[in-house]
């Protein structure tokens, strides 16, 4: 029984309506949990393992603008266009004796119909707000499995402002290192002024990992240029550690932005 707990303690933090989520997945008997949320405007999938993000009229794909994941692939850029279903998010957990094994993510699609011999609880459909505060529980937990793979699903959700959960938890050195390292690098996926502050604070706050401040680094570069050039260029400058400072220039070597070209040449010029 206190097996099956774990889960429930880990999000007392959260709302009422998640701790009862939380609940119902640590008493699914042994096998497959299933749950479904909306997702938000822009994101859309195949039901399998293709994901994409900022896409329009449901269609995706070489040419179309966007970013597609491919599953278990990273990013990938297809040489063909696909039909894409904007939604739901779709969670497949791996439970045994009430604890979260491993955790799968899908866009659209439709469950398969269980086999007889299967285990499978289906959740059904949950507010994208209970969702997002289970999965960042998940995430957390140092002995979850599935807790680095959870940060993906949370910012797929509709109706909920991803971003300042993800930096809470990129600062949050109980948290497992990979997880955070996965919060920086989704967070650096979030277009936007106050992200890219977030992400150029954590690069500077001194009692955060190297490795970290590393990934930051790199989710700066995937912001657009006019947003993370510029921070990357006062880093490269003045950041005290020569690691971070290294992998700052390296990004900016890969931009091609005429105001790294222009830094290089101030740095291999000067005195």
């Known amino acids: 029984m206190t097996g099956r707990l774990v889960l429930v303690w880990a999000l007392v933090a959260a709302p009422a309506a998640a701790q009862r989520l939380g609940a119902r997945v640590t008493a699914a008997p042994d096998g497959i949990v299933r749950l479904s949320f909306a997702a938000r405007p822009g994101v859309c999938g195949d039901g399998h393992n293709v994901i994409a993000l900022e896409c329009a009229g449901g269609k995706c794909g070489w040419g179309r603008g966007g970013r597609t994941i491919t599953v278990d692939r990273g990013f990938d850029r297809d040489e063909v266009e696909y039909d894409c279903e904007p939604g ?7 439970v045994r004796t009430g604890r979260v094994q ?7 699609g439709r469950w ?13 459909t949950v507010a994208s707000r209970d969702a997002v505060e289970f999965l960042l529980g998940l995430a957390t937990q140092e002995d979850a499995g599935g807790g680095e793979e959870a940060i993906l699903p949370l910012t797929l959700a509709d109706s909920v402002t ?3 959960l993800l930096l809470k938890l990129a600062r949050d050195d109980r948290a497992p290192r990979r997880t955070r390292r996965q919060a920086v690098f989704w967070l650096g996926q979030a277009a936007g002024d106050a992200a890219t502050r977030g992400l150029a604070d954590l690069i500077d706050e001194g009692d955060v990992d190297r490795d970290v401040k590393e990934q930051a680094v790199f989710a700066l570069s995937q912001q657009p240029h006019d947003a993370g050039v510029p921070a990357l260029i006062r880093i490269a400058r003045t950041h005290p550690e020569p690691g971070v400072r290294r992998k700052a220039l390296f990004w900016l070597g890969q931009s091609g932005d005429p105001r790294a070209l222009a830094l290089f040449e101030e740095l291999l010029t000067k005195p």
């Not at 491993?102 to 659209?108: A, E």
């Not at 086999?115 to 499978?120: E, F």
């Open 162 to 164: 991803v971003w300042p």
């Open 88 to 94: 739901p998010v779709r969670v497949s957990l791996t």
């Open 102 to 108: 491993s955790l799968r993510t899908y866009v659209g």
């Open 112 to 124: 398969v119909a269980p086999r007889g011999d299967a285990a499978v609880t289906d959740l059904g």
